[in-house]
């Protein structure tokens, strides 16, 4: 009968010693703060008999799209263009290749800061001819402070939970073995001021025919942060 291997797989679980007894904890914090940037997607779009119409029609509607976003300046951090497309609709009777007409799209992606220009902006564009406006899609940016603070708040409750077990048993903390996030040994998979209430405002070079804008309320984003911690204590006397 042979003896059972250990699996190379598992790491071997740091067990403490009578002299140097050791706590695992985890910490864990959840947040709840205001957005930072909100995203909106633009897909503007055109239709015409021949390919040259359509893409005419598309080409200037497009540059409208872009010239009427650049116009709130640094309210808007980015913009992007993602797809374009120019595609033929065939006849449905008939034999042969006959192309009935053409669709053309083109789709933009803006990230605002100013919440206030995002009520404004979006109303605009939905404004415009063949203009579809999705979103917005509220978020922090990667290196916010809440991530910051979300993850010192669980180094902190870590501490004070392996704190409190120590107490309990009539000792003390000694020394941090580990600290770890959650999942650390693995691969990792795969966003100023916080805003208050977004308020109706009007902006230079807007036309006096432009609609009431949106009241959009920022949707509060929720930061969550878990570490492992490992202590050794001094011995209790049991």
Not at 127 to 153: F, I, M, N, Q, Y
């Amino acid at each position: 009968m042979t003896a059972a291997t250990p699996d190379a797989s598992q790491p071997a679980v740091p067990y403490g010693t009578p002299e140097a007894p050791r706590i695992a904890v985890r910490g864990e914090a959840r947040l709840e703060v205001d957005p930072e940037i909100a995203r909106i997607g633009i897909t503007v779009a055109a239709r015409g008999r021949d390919r040259r119409s359509a893409l005419d029609d598309l080409t200037r509607r497009n540059a409208g799209v872009l010239d009427l976003v650049k116009t709130y300046g640094d309210a808007v951090e980015r913009l992007e263009t993602g797809a374009f497309s120019i595609t033929p609709e065939l006849t449905k009777h008939g034999r042969g290749e006959r192309v009935r007409t053409y669709h053309g799209s083109v789709r933009v992606t803006a990230e605002l800061t100013d919440f206030t220009a995002l009520g404004e902006l979006t109303t605009r564009l939905a404004d415009l001819d063949l203009t579809r406006v999705d979103g917005p899609w509220w978020a922090l940016r990667p290196d916010s402070p809440a991530h910051r603070e979300a993850r010192k708040k669980a180094v902190r409750e870590a501490v004070q939970r392996a704190r409190e077990y120590a107490e309990a048993l009539g000792t003390t903390l000694a020394a941090l073995v580990e600290l770890a996030d959650i999942g650390a040994e693995s691969a990792p998979p795969d966003y100023p001021q916080a805003p208050g209430r977004m308020r109706s405002a009007a902006f230079a070079g807007a036309a006096e025919d432009t609609p009431a804008p949106l009241d959009l309320e920022p949707q509060r984003q929720r930061v969550h942060a878990q570490i492992n911690a490992r202590f050794t204590m001094v011995p209790p006397q049991l």
